[in-house]
């Protein structure tokens, strides 16, 4: 059975709240009643109503038939429910029944007005200035929601790439980037940079690339600094030698 009630927190101040069977009887009801008008046996049985019979109440709720009767007898008496029964069956209509369901199209266009408003209300959040702790905290966490020209962003959610998709990356770029050994290492920590969660692995890349750069470079100096060296030590070997 698909659909849904709602009930108000008033129901707390119910003056028959303090009875459990009275609740269960009450729910059960509400949850029984047609939300459309339907067709039974030639019977028009309309929005808010339904058809029963104590057995089949007392089946699907546990309750002896003759608390039931005491209990819908009480509801009837404080005009939650009227009560027309035959001898073929019960017909039971919740009083006020668009209290507790409102129609599909209503609900719709509430479900708007309240999406417009909160969306309205995020959009002026950065000119609102906070002036208590809880209107802080509020002002933070709408203004995360807002870039400085006041337009909604959504945030992009990080998704690791495959390793086909470093190997591809680094080809298309011409970088020199182990795309395995990039991966392996961001998996092993959770595609954390420090303490802070990756955002852009292709920024991450050509940072690797970069540094790549800076060995290679630092690796040319060594062995030029060692070729020198070699050459002055052999240019005085020579000289050594030619004075001999």
């Known amino acids: 059975m698909d659909g849904w009630i709602k009930l108000s927190k008033k129901l707390l101040n119910w003056e028959w709240f303090d009875k459990s069977e009275m609740v269960h009887v009450f729910i059960y009801c509400l949850l029984s009643a047609n939300f459309e008008p339907k067709k039974w046996h030639g019977i028009t049985v309309?929005?808010?109503?339904?058809?029963?019979?104590?057995?089949?109440?007392?089946?699907?709720t546990g309750i002896s038939q003759r608390t039931l009767r005491t209990?819908?007898?009480r509801l009837k008496s404080t005009n939650e429910l009227t009560i027309k029964t035959t001898n073929r069956y019960t017909l039971i209509t919740?009083?006020?029944y668009d209290s507790y369901q409102v129609d599909t199209l209503e609900s719709d266009k509430q479900?708007?007005?309240?999406n417009d408003n909160q969306l309205t209300n995020k959009g002026h959040a950065n000119d609102k200035q906070p002036t208590t702790t809880k209107e802080y905290k509020e002002y933070k966490n709408n203004?995360?929601?807002?870039?400085?020209?006041?337009?909604?962003?959504?945030?992009?959610?990080?998704?690791?790439?495959?390793?086909?998709?470093?190997?591809?990356f680094i080809h298309?770029?011409?970088?020199?980037?182990?795309?395995?050994?990039?991966?392996?290492?961001y998996e092993s920590k959770g595609w954390?940079?420090?303490?802070?969660?990756?955002?852009?692995?292709k920024a991450a890349v050509r940072t690797w690339q970069?540094?790549?750069n800076k060995n290679y470079n630092e690796n040319n100096r060594t062995d030029n600094k060692t070729e020198r060296q070699e050459e002055f030590t052999n240019y005085i070997y020579n000289k050594l030698g030619n004075s001999d």
């Open 46 to 60: 309309e929005r808010g109503s339904f058809l029963t019979s104590l057995t089949t109440i007392n089946r699907q």
């Open 111 to 114: 479900n708007d007005m309240q």
């Open 143 to 168: 203004i995360k929601e807002i870039i400085p020209n006041g337009i909604k962003e959504k945030r992009k959610i990080f998704q690791k790439p495959s390793i086909e998709e470093l190997q591809n």
């Open 192 to 201: 954390m940079v420090g303490k802070n969660h990756m955002k852009d692995w």
């Open 94 to 96: 919740i009083c006020k």
């Open 210 to 212: 970069k540094g790549s």
């Open 71 to 73: 209990c819908l007898d």
């Open 172 to 185: 298309e770029n011409g970088y020199s980037v182990d795309a395995e050994r990039f991966f392996n290492f």
